[in-house]
């Protein structure tokens, strides 16, 4: 396996782990960001805990022969466990930060012991083991079956650009309980023949179901039962989590009978 980021062993909070020089991983990236910010900006977003992801060091450069900064220079240096790594470079969400990712998953594969198949390095493979993972988290947080193969599937055509069931040939899945399913405004509309997501907010507000707030949707009292809040990963500028409102099926018959 071809070396494309050194990986050497070091100390991080006492404990001898496999670490990269974030300098290096940086260089590979081709980040359009200087070193410094693009460190301190990924530390602060993702939370990253010195001492226990990273370790910082004060080192003096080599001076380049010829330069008129003659002289070693101060720098500092990060470094980070291949965990962080492995985040920082998929975080990149580019072409170089996928093929970062899948080279430390392999560096850890190889010092495990682990002799991969002809073809496990694939990027069919690896997104299959994502996949995996990812369908294991929604099937605990209550997923049926099926709707945890589609979110895992769009998680993996999201990292890796692999569509694993149009691979399969399963193009089309449909949750095993379509009442447990939480379905947008549009999505309800179809269901009320054809509306339109404006229509439908609107009925369910005229209805009691939900009051505008702001820019939210929020739901009321009535409403118990009948809708499940989605945290959208996104905040608003107060900080404050972005949420979206959706509705179970059961919503549509309440909305008929007070048409």
């Known amino acids: 396996m071809n070396e494309l980021i050194q990986i050497t062993s070091a100390t991080i909070g006492g404990v001898a782990v496999q670490t990269v020089n974030a300098r290096d991983l940086y260089s590979f990236l081709e980040v359009g960001k200087d070193f410094s910010t693009w460190m301190k900006d990924r530390i602060a977003q993702y939370g990253f805990v010195e001492h226990e992801d990273y370790e910082v060091a004060h080192e003096l450069s080599s001076p380049v022969s010829g330069s008129s900064m003659a ?19 998929m975080v990149e969400r580019t072409e170089k930060g996928k093929q970062a990712r899948q080279y430390f998953i392999q560096c850890e594969r190889v010092a495990q012991g682990f002799t991969a198949p ?14 995996t993972a990812v369908f294991s988290f929604m099937r605990v947080i209550g997923l ?36 447990t399913q939480a379905l947008t405004p549009t999505a309800l509309g179809k269901l009320l023949g054809g509306l339109s997501a404006q229509k439908v907010n609107r009925a369910l507000e005229q209805a009691g179901l939900q009051k505008r707030v702001g820019d939210e949707w929020v739901p009321l009292p009535a409403a118990e039962g009948l809708y499940r809040l989605f945290d959208t990963g ?9 949420t979206q409102l959706k509705w179970y099926a059961a919503s549509a018959d309440r909305l008929k009978r007070s048409a």
């Open 71 to 89: 002289r070693p220079q101060r720098t500092v240096a990060y470094h980070i466990s291949v965990d962080m790594a492995k985040e920082l470079a």
């Open 234 to 242: 996104k905040k608003h500028s107060s900080g404050t989590p972005v």
């Open 118 to 131: 002809p073809g496990a390095g694939s990027p069919v493979v690896v997104a299959a083991t994502d996949a």
């Open 144 to 179: 049926d079956q099926n709707a945890a193969a589609i979110s895992a599937n769009q998680a993996a055509y999201a990292v890796h650009g692999v569509n694993l069931l149009q691979l399969s040939g399963n193009t089309h899945l449909l949750a095993a309980n379509q009442e």
